[in-house]
C-alpha cells in the first residue's frame, strides 16, 4: 500500500482469526489498532478514533452495520468495511451486501497474496471468488427482477468492455497481460455482480443497464 492504513477487527479468538491477524501484521503499510469480540465495542472505537478498514466476522457484520451511523452512500462511509465468513450463508451475504459493505470475502479464498488486495479494493464492491460463484449460482435459479445489482470496479467496466468488443478471454489475457484463469474468474464476479447466469446474459444486461454501447465501448461509472 502507497499509503499507512489503520485496520479494527470485530471477530472471534479462534485459530482462523489469529491465523488472519498475523496475515496482517505481515502486509507493509497496514496498522492494527485493535480487535474485539463485542461488537459495542467495536462500534463506540471507530466512532470515536478514525479506522482505515474495519474487519467483521459475518455472523456479527449486520449487527453492527446497522448500529454505525449511516452514511448517504457506500463512498460516503469513512471506513472501508471489509466481511469475512468463515461459515458461508447467501441470506447474510445479500444482507451485508444491501448494508453497503465495500468486501465480503470467504475464508477459504484468503492469502498473505490476496489479503491485501481485498483490503485496498479499486472501487466498486469486493466479492472473493467463492462469494461470486454463489451469486452467480443464484443468479442461474433467480428471476433478474430480484437480483439487485452490485457496483463495479474500474477495470470492471474495462473488462466489460473488451467483451463487448468480441473479444474472447485468452484475447484478453493477452492484451491485459493476465492469465487466463483471473480473466475467467473475473468474468465471474461480473455475472455474479449483475445478476447474470452466463457470458452470454451479462453482455446483455450490462447492454441494458448502459454499462457498455452497442459498440462495446463503455458509458461513464455504474451505479
Request: aromatic share 4%; with cysteine; hydrophobic share 45%.
Amino acid at each position: 500500500m502507497a499509503v499507512e492504513r489503520t485496520v479494527f477487527i470485530l471477530g472471534p479468538t479462534d485459530l482462523l482469526w489469529s491465523a488472519l491477524r498475523r496475515m496482517l501484521w505481515s502486509v507493509q503499510g497496514l496498522s492494527l489498532l485493535g480487535s474485539s469480540i463485542d461488537p459495542t465495542e467495536v462500534i463506540e472505537f471507530v466512532t470515536s478514533e478514525p479506522v482505515g478498514v474495519l474487519i467483521l466476522d459475518a455472523g456479527q457484520a449486520r449487527r453492527v452495520l446497522q448500529l454505525l451511523p449511516s452514511p448517504s452512500g457506500q463512498d460516503d462511509r469513512e471506513s472501508r468495511i471489509v466481511v469475512v465468513a468463515t461459515t458461508f450463508d447467501l441470506d447474510e451475504l445479500q444482507a451485508c451486501l444491501a448494508l453497503g459493505v465495500h468486501a465480503f470475502l470467504c475464508w477459504q479464498d484468503i492469502s498473505r497474496n490476496s489479503i491485501e488486495r481485498y483490503l485496498a479494493g479499486d472501487g466498486g464492491v469486493t466479492l472473493s471468488p467463492s462469494a461470486a460463484k454463489t451469486l452467480r449460482l443464484f443468479a442461474q435459479r433467480t428471476s433478474p427482477s430480484v437480483i439487485h445489482p452490485l457496483p463495479l470496479a474500474v477495470r470492471e467496466r474495462a473488462l466489460l468492455s473488451d467483451l463487448g468488443r468480441g473479444l474472447t478471454q485468452e484475447q484478453i489475457a493477452t492484451a491485459r497481460h493476465l492469465s487466463p484463469l483471473t480473466v475467467k474468474r473475473a468474468i465471474g464476479t461480473l455475472e455474479a455482480k449483475l445478476g447474470a447466469s452466463s457470458q452470454f446474459v451479462l453482455g446483455a444486461r450490462a447492454a441494458q443497464r448502459g454499462l457498455i454501447t452497442p459498440e462495446g465501448g463503455p458509458i461513464g461509472p455504474s451505479d
